[in-house]
């Protein structure tokens, strides 16, 4: 029904704001979803226990969509196993100018460049405190106007803020769209942000697991300095990938918009670096794959290469939430 008759109307308006339009519809009459949409596949072999939780099942909702952790109540109950809030900085801040989100329509894909735009980790608390029983996970940057050298900090404050509030942590260091972030990947200023985080954790009563997210964008070299660090620095795992600057094969007219480009074009090359990581680190810690999952297929391929979880974006924009049952079914008949 989404692809048949509520995508195309989607379709025809901006894609920012069809997302506000579609957010305060399933805010507003998400019980009329309930009454539409097919059940979710509730199965207790679909179960997983990754890094010390147990996950519902093992499709989850990639950071980005519920930025500022208005709707995971209700996008939970659509179906999703678990939901990743954010990315949130110590501040609220704007973003990046309009037109920042681009579709792809002929390679079922998006360009965004919306550059951490939102309410700040404050506000997105006391949202969080309305939780009710979602197992949600804490996306965290730094804000557009701290400079590199003073990061940590920034990391440091949502760390904290957020701690009793989110199940699991995600450093978000791979978005291309906020000014020389990607360069905390390098080895030494990453070892540095993900042992202070990890330090803070360890002075918990209860530690809470804390993943890194990187770009697919990595080389082998880097690749394998990222295996490094996680042993090194003992976090639980990693989350593969962020969206791309790469513009391989691209058909659509927006294809020479500037931002991370996510969607069909991402799927083989996060597959990639999931196979990679899984492989060259010898199944050392639990990856959650995302990156171009349109199909339940997709999603298979990439639990085979190595992912314990998998998160949809844009494959749930495209193909609508019926994709969350259809990988669910997949993995129930494969048994
Ligand atoms: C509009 C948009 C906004 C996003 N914002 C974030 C973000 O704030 N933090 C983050 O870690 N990833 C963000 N992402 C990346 C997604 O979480 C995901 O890693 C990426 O899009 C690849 O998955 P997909 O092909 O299923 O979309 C965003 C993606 C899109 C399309």
Do not use: W
């Not at 979602?134 to 949502?158: R, S, W």
């Not at 260091?173 to 990607?182: E, F, I």
């Not at 990988?327 to 048994?335: A, P, Q, V």
């Amino acid at each position: 029904m989404y692809k048949s008759l509520i995508r195309p109307i989607l379709f025809k308006f901006d894609p920012e704001e069809v997302h506000h339009f579609t957010f305060s519809a399933l805010k507003n009459f998400g019980f009329l979803a309930k009454l539409f949409l097919p059940k979710p596949i509730e199965d207790k072999r679909l179960e997983r226990e990754v890094f010390g939780l147990k996950f519902k099942n093992p499709v989850g909702l990639a950071a980005g969509f519920d930025k500022d952790a208005k709707l995971f109540n209700e996008l939970s109950d659509l179906g999703f196993g678990f939901i990743e809030i954010g990315t949130l900085t110590p501040k609220p801040q704007a973003g990046n100018d309009k037109k920042r989100l681009f579709r792809l329509k002929e390679d079922s894909a998006i360009i965004n460049r919306m550059g951490f735009n939102n309410g700040g980790v404050d506000e997105a608390i006391e949202r969080l405190k309305k939780n009710k029983n979602v197992l949600i996970g804490g996306n965290i940057g730094k804000n557009k106007v701290t400079p590199n050298e003073e990061a940590v900090n920034d990391y440091k404050i949502c760390f904290e803020k957020l701690f009793p509030y989110v199940d699991y942590f995600v450093v978000n260091v791979s978005s291309p769209n906020t000014p020389n972030l990607r360069e905390l990947q390098d080895k030494k200023p990453l070892t540095e942000l993900l042992s202070t985080l990890q330090n803070l954790n360890l002075k918990k009563q209860k530690q809470k697991p804390i993943l890194l997210k990187i770009a697919p964008d990595l080389t082998d070299e880097q690749l394998l300095d990222i295996i490094d660090i996680i042993k090194e620095t003992q976090i639980a795992g990693v989350i593969a990938t962020n969206t791309t600057l790469s513009r391989e094969n691209l058909i659509s007219e927006n294809k020479t918009e500037t931002g991370g480009l996510s969607g069909k074009p991402l799927t083989k090359r996060s597959t990639e670096v999931i196979r990679f990581l899984s492989e060259k680190s010898g199944k050392a810690f639990p990856i959650i794959g995302v990156g171009g999952i349109h199909t339940a297929q997709d999603a298979i391929e990439k639990l085979d290469a190595g992912a314990s979880l998998v998160q949809l974006y844009t494959g749930f924009i495209y193909e609508g939430p019926e994709l969350i049952n259809e990988i669910n079914r997949e993995i129930l008949n494969r048994g």
